[in-house]
């Protein structure tokens, strides 16, 4: 690893570095591990239990081939920029796409599959940015045989049963949610489009998808198929999922957002679906009160609580008891409770 930071090539930070190996999207109690299996089990639905393979743990360092050259990415398009992607050397870098995956997994004889993981980008900074994101990369290769069961040229074919199979995912997600297509660019497909959904008064791009390149079934010995691909960011999705308001969320430690995900929370349409609870990001100001009981008997936390609350109102996060001392001569109790502050809406002052 070293060796390869040392690289004269290499632009990838230790704060980037760090996230290789987090796997978010691997906890199957985190927000993204939650919309994976919620997405599986729409595959499972759709097309039979386990005819999608899923792949998430292909590891994010591939070879500037598999990132770009494998998707017929052009020799001057600008992600290939040391701007836009991370080089670990002059020829391997983060993955910016699972799309880096499809020629070999196509080579490999998969028909079916699904591939989730990180992906880097060099990028600005907002809400809905940040330079590690997870994709899903989904490939379906259609046989001769099946593509003459239609009428339709096969093209056609292909994107219907690509846009009325993503329809049903964004229903399956969502409900009944405001979506749209847009027509797309993308190097390795053809016709390529963009599906969109309505979130928060505006349009959020969150997937792209295509009927795929020739040259890249034929590069995988595959002449007579034909295939659809898209690639989807979850987050983007999550965000709308839960009502997450802010990307950086994803990777907090911090109990407040972890605790309120759990692995079976998934309801499809989102009906009845427990949204995330804001919660404040300025920081706490602490204040640790001592007190001698008076009576030991007749002492509640509840009772101290009100008497916070009503006193200190909405700026009060916690009130916690941190310490308790007997003293045998008098036969007094102190407690010491540590009461936390926090305004949703400011930094507090001391
Ligand atoms: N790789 C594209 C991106 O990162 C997303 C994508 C678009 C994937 C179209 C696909 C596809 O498989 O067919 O923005």
Redesign the pocket.
């Known amino acids: 690893l070293d060796i390869l930071l040392d690289s004269p090539d290499n632009n990838v930070s230790e704060y980037i570095f760090e996230k290789i190996g987090v796997d978010l999207h691997r906890r199957p109690e985190h927000p993204l591990g939650i919309l994976k299996s919620a997405i599986l089990e729409y595959f499972d639905s759709a097309y039979g239990k386990g005819s999608f393979r899923m792949f998430d743990d292909l590891h994010p360092i591939v070879s500037t081939h598999e990132n770009f050259d494998s998707v017929l990415v052009p020799q001057d398009h600008v992600s290939r920029s040391k701007n836009d992607t991370y080089y670990v050397t002059e020829d391997t870098v983060l993955r910016?796409?699972?799309?880096a995956h499809?020629l070999s997994l196509l080579k490999q004889g998969e028909k079916k599959f699904l591939v989730t993981g990180d992906?880097y980008r060099r990028d600005t900074i907002d809400a809905t940015h940040f330079p590690v994101f997870h994709?899903m990369?989904g490939?379906r290769v259609f046989t001769k045989c099946e593509l003459s069961s239609t009428e339709l040229a096969p093209q056609d074919f292909v994107s219907q049963e690509l846009k009325s199979m993503l329809e049903g995912l964004a229903k399956h997600l969502f409900g009944e949610v405001e979506l749209r297509w847009v027509d797309a660019y993308?190097p390795?497909?053809d016709p390529?489009y963009e599906l969109e959904i309505f979130f928060n008064g505006e349009w959020l791009e969150v997937?792209?998808?295509?009927v795929?390149q020739k040259q890249i079934l034929n590069g995988a010995s595959l002449v007579d198929e034909e295939a659809w691909?898209?690639?989807l960011g979850l987050e983007r999705l999550a965000m709308v999922l839960f009502d997450i308001p802010d990307i950086r969320l994803f990777w907090t430690n911090d109990e407040r957002f972890s605790k309120q995900f759990k692995a079976g929370m998934f309801r499809s349409g989102g009906h009845n679906m427990q949204k995330f609870k804001s919660y404040s990001k300025y920081p706490p100001c602490y204040k640790d009160v001592s007190f001698w009981l008076p009576n030991v008997s007749k002492f509640t936390e509840n009772d101290l609580c009100e008497i916070v609350r009503s006193t200190a109102g909405n700026l009060v996060e916690e009130v916690k008891l941190i310490d308790e001392f007997h003293n045998p001569k008098t036969n007094q109790v102190s407690n010491c409770y540590r009461i936390t502050y926090r305004s949703m809406d400011r930094s507090l002052t001391d």
């Open positions: 910016c796409h699972t799309s499809q992906v994709q990369e490939v993308f390795f497909t390529s997937l792209g998808c295509g795929m691909a898209f690639g």
